[in-house]
């Protein structure tokens, strides 16, 4: 913090501490530069202002970089499971063998839902999209669990952090046996997080359901790879909405509204429906030559975030090929069309000019609809997988110590103040 910039404005000079983190970009304190100089700083989509300092994720869009508490992602993926990453999230270090013993009893028996909970669910339409469900259904948790609210009691925020990751699956589960109109199937405690999720979701009572391990695996794969994301624009509101001091139910349920956006977590929905509109290989010239006219949009392609690659997109693709190969869909003509335009998109010169690289979203759609889900399903999948790294950027928010109040200012393009004209003089 030695070092400083300085701000010329007029024949005045302002000082602005320059702060360094572990790794990445230094940032320029401006916390003082209204109170100083009289003067805001204009950034729309806040795309260059640090809004918080965290220990928890960090991203380098260049370098194609994502690790979790310094752990890369693709390693995480590959070696370890959700929970354990969930584990690491909140607390900052790898579990030990009984710290993650201990941890996973208190997220698998804790996966059930109040009995009266359930008769919530019928106060929607059955129509009504997951997500609509979902955003509800969580916001109505505080009426439940009012006694882990407290968000100043370390404790209490620990036992709505465990609470959340636990409920999670089975709200989501729920919301999408209401809409298709099946009986709700209650969590088992011999299964895994993401073996009971499944289960949850399309065992009947009609057959026995047999767990599939590469599905398994694929599951909780898919839920390490969008565990969390940095600040993005539903981490924020999260932690905008904490900022007043919002019980956390309510915070989450404001993350998933944002998630919501098809410009957020709608964005492999997106991919799928683009895939599907191209329908075959041999549309693909025309489809990529559309693009370029801007008749089309490219999507599951380029990331505001990765410049270079998405590192959680190779992840992602081989998980999709694992996924068909064990239900037989080698030969789903998705996935060919998927894999060529990937490789028109890495060879065309007007794609790689513009970085406009495979991200998750463009592989996560296929994998998802092999395995079952309905397209309005993805962004459910998305919010429970945030879940965690909601909480854990909620719970870092209340630790520090320089918390404030969430107050973005503006540029006022408005009128300036005019005297008011009574309705009969105008």
């Not at 202002?49 to 310094?70: F, M, N, P, Q, W």
Request: negative net charge.
């Amino acid at each position: 913090m030695t070092d400083k910039a300085t701000l010329t404005i007029g024949d005045k000079s302002y000082d602005l501490p320059i702060l360094k983190g572990s790794t990445g970009p230094d940032v320029l304190d401006i916390r003082k530069v209204y109170a100083e100089s009289d003067h805001f700083t204009f950034d729309p989509g806040f795309t260059s202002t640090a809004s918080c300092e965290s220990k928890i994720t960090y991203i380098d869009g260049d370098a194609g970089v994502l690790l979790h508490r310094g752990y890369p992602i693709d390693q995480l993926a590959e070696k370890s499971s959700f929970l354990e990453v969930c584990y690491l999230l909140l607390n900052g270090e790898l579990p030990k063998a009984d710290e993650f013993a201990k941890f996973e009893h208190n997220i698998t028996y804790h996966t059930m839902l109040h009995a009266q909970f359930d008769r919530f669910f019928e106060g929607f339409r059955r129509d009504a999209h997951p997500m609509a469900v979902m955003t509800g259904a969580v916001g109505a948790l505080s009426a439940f669990y009012a006694d882990s609210m407290n968000v100043d009691d370390a404790r209490e925020r620990e036992i709505s952090a465990h609470r959340l990751i636990a409920k999670m699956p089975t709200i989501a589960a729920r919301a999408y046996k209401y809409t298709v109109g099946q009986p709700f199937v209650s969590p088992r405690n011999d299964l895994s997080y993401s073996e009971n999720f499944l289960r949850m979701c399309f065992a009947v009572p009609a057959e026995d359901w047999k767990p599939n391990p590469v599905l398994t695996r694929a599951m909780d794969r898919i839920f390490i790879l969008h565990a969390d994301h940095e600040q993005n624009a539903s981490t924020s509101t999260v932690r905008l909405a904490g900022s007043s001091g919002a019980h956390p139910f309510a915070c989450i349920a404001a993350g998933i509204a944002c998630l919501w956006g098809p410009s957020h977590g709608g964005a492999n929905q997106e991919a799928l429906e683009m895939l599907e509109t191209i329908g075959s290989v041999d549309n693909i010239k025309d489809y990529v030559q559309g693009v370029k006219d801007r008749k089309y949009k490219l999507m599951g392609f380029g990331h505001r975030v990765y410049k270079n690659f998405d590192p959680r997109a190779k992840v992602m693709q081989k998980t999709a090929h694992e996924v068909l190969g064990e239900l037989g869909h080698n030969n789903d003509p998705l996935l060919q069309v998927a894999q060529e335009l990937e490789k028109v998109a890495l060879n065309d010169p007007y794609f790689v000019d513009r970085k406009l690289y495979p991200n998750i979203d463009f592989y996560s759609g296929i994998t998802l609809r092999a395995m079952g889900f309905p397209t309005n399903m993805f962004t459910v999948l998305f919010a429970l997988a945030r879940t965690v790294g909601w909480i854990s950027q909620w719970k870092e928010m209340f630790e520090d110590p320089t918390r404030k109040i969430g107050r973005p200012r503006q540029l006022y393009t408005g009128a300036t103040q005019r005297d008011y004209i009574p309705v009969e003089k105008r």
